[in-house]
């Protein structure tokens, strides 16, 4: 079974499931007002880490993860640029796609967008009000954390000591009850999109979609509500809130991942600073990325620099090298080898000691083909091949290794995409994904690469 650091325990514990041989993750999505940084990219790819594991661990995966189309960040940026906010959001949500496809992120199952849920959120908004655990002021209307059993649970803190910290400051408090008191529905302000509701033209608090759309896609008590260490508190703490004053029951674990850390000044000097996820993978392999991040714990910081960026790509070259010299061979998978690779795995997510693993069968491999152990190699490079797939890291294959067909396919969509035609052309990716194939359009043109496994 399946343990995990969980934040409202501050313990590794097991993943104790609402319904056998199933699991619901919601994951907090992008707010889509400007290109993916580092920190995304890492966000994205833990999780995707984590639900390709599930899946090849036997279980059903339900995967949502929203979309913030509506947002002051939008709006700002809007306004800044005398721009059309829904404009921003459409094309920000293009790139993050663009990005997560280059990252060989899966995409989630349910992408609901806040705008989508406008009416549900503000039922929810007015069942708090009904029942006295939300109040009207002159911007909007706020919950009362007061009214809240067990507010904090994420913070660990008490509501003395959030009282003391301020809570959230976006609004005079004045008129608040308690400082960590937030907003559900903001009332609108000359020239802001807004919606009509019961307390006027408006639009709904961040903290109020995650909560409508986990509870209406995956249903109370879903499995497991995920993020990075930053939205704990106030994000992840003030859905839960809102759950908890509506009686419903809410996540029943919390995973958070650490934060990535840039080298400081030697960083800036010879990338210049790299915080925007594309520009990292114009520079280096897409799939160096995702190396680094597998190779630390989710839990603990990275560090993204040139060198760590360096070795993750040679790394890369030692996966390919082994992928094109162990090509025509094929096995069974060694049991106990995957044994050992579910029992790190299912250890809090230990991806650095999975890869160690992988490395370990394609030295293996390596060895055996050099005393000329073919039997031994092909046991090792088809294990190899299956932990690689579970973890989305693909093995980069020479153009000349590409059969006809698969290049006819590529061709094909390459010219759908040129004349316009993208919806040909997802079809034509969709079958190359059929066929065990990825397409990664690349400055060079596009790239096919074979699927680990
Ligand atoms: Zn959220």
């Known amino acids: 079974m399946m343990r995990i650091y969980d934040t409202a325990r501050q313990s590794v514990v097991p993943l104790e499931l609402r319904d056998e041989g199933k699991v619901s993750i919601y994951v907090c999505g992008p707010t889509v007002y400007g290109p993916p940084h580092l920190g995304h990219g890492r966000h994205a790819l833990v999780y995707d880490v984590l639900r390709r594991f599930l899946a090849w661990s036997g279980l059903e995966v ?28 459409v094309k920000c949500e293009g790139v993050w796609w663009q990005a997560m496809d280059r990252l060989n992120v899966s995409r989630p199952d349910l992408t609901p967008h806040a ?13 708090l009000v009904d029942r006295g655990r939300a109040y009207q002021t002159s911007d909007g209307v706020y919950l009362s954390v007061e009214q809240v059993e067990g507010y904090g649970l994420l913070a660990h803190q008490s509501l003395d000591e959030l009282r003391a910290g301020g809570g959230e400051r976006e609004l005079v408090g004045a008129e608040k009850k308690h400082p960590a008191d937030f907003a559900l529905w903001k009332l609108a302000k000359p020239g802001e999109p807004s919606w009509p509701s019961p307390w006027g ?8 979609e995650c909560v409508v759309m986990s509870l209406d896609l995956l249903g109370e008590d879903f499995d497991l509500h995920t993020g990075g260490l930053d939205l704990t508190f106030p994000h992840h703490e003030n859905e839960r809130a809102q759950a908890v004053a509506l009686d419903k029951r ?7 991942h650490g934060f990535v850390e840039l080298e400081g000044e030697k960083m800036s000097k010879s990338l210049g600073n790299v915080t925007n996820l594309l520009d990292l993978m114009d520079r280096y392999d897409a799939r160096a990325y995702r190396l680094l991040v597998l190779q630390s714990h989710y839990r603990s910081p990275i560090e993204v620099t040139e060198t760590t960026m360096t070795n993750a790509e040679a790394a890369l070259g030692r ?9 025509g061979l094929s096995g069974r998978a060694d049991g106990s080898v995957l044994d050992r690779f579910r029992a790190v795995m299912e250890d809090d997510l230990d991806t650095a000691g999975a890869t160690d693993l992988l490395f370990r069968q394609v030295r293996e491999a390596n060895s055996a083909l050099d005393r000329g152990d073919d039997d031994s190699a092909a046991v090792a490079a088809t294990t190899a091949r299956e932990l690689a797939a579970v973890l989305g890291l693909e093995f980069r294959v020479e153009s000349s290794d590409v059969p006809g067909e698969i290049q006819d396919l590529a061709d094909r969509r390459q010219e ?24 990664e359009d690349s400055a060079d043109g596009p790239i096919l690469r074979r699927h680990g496994g």
Do not use: C
């Open 201 to 208: 033209e408006g639009r709904p608090g961040w903290h109020t």
């Open 250 to 256: 809410f996540a029943r674990r919390w995973m958070h």
């Open 62 to 89: 339900t995967f949502a993860s929203n979309i913030t189309d509506i947002d002051d960040k939008i709006i700002d940026r809007a306004q800044r640029e005398n721009r059309d906010w829904a404009d921003i959001a």
């Open 115 to 127: 705008t989508e849920y406008l009416g549900q959120m503000i039922d929810l908004i007015a069942d």
């Open 319 to 327: 996966l390919d090298a082994f992928a094109r010299r162990t090509a």
């Open 416 to 439: 759908a995409r040129a004349a316009k035609d993208f919806a040909t052309a997802d079809t034509l990716r969709d079958r190359l994904a059929q066929a065990g194939w990825t397409v």
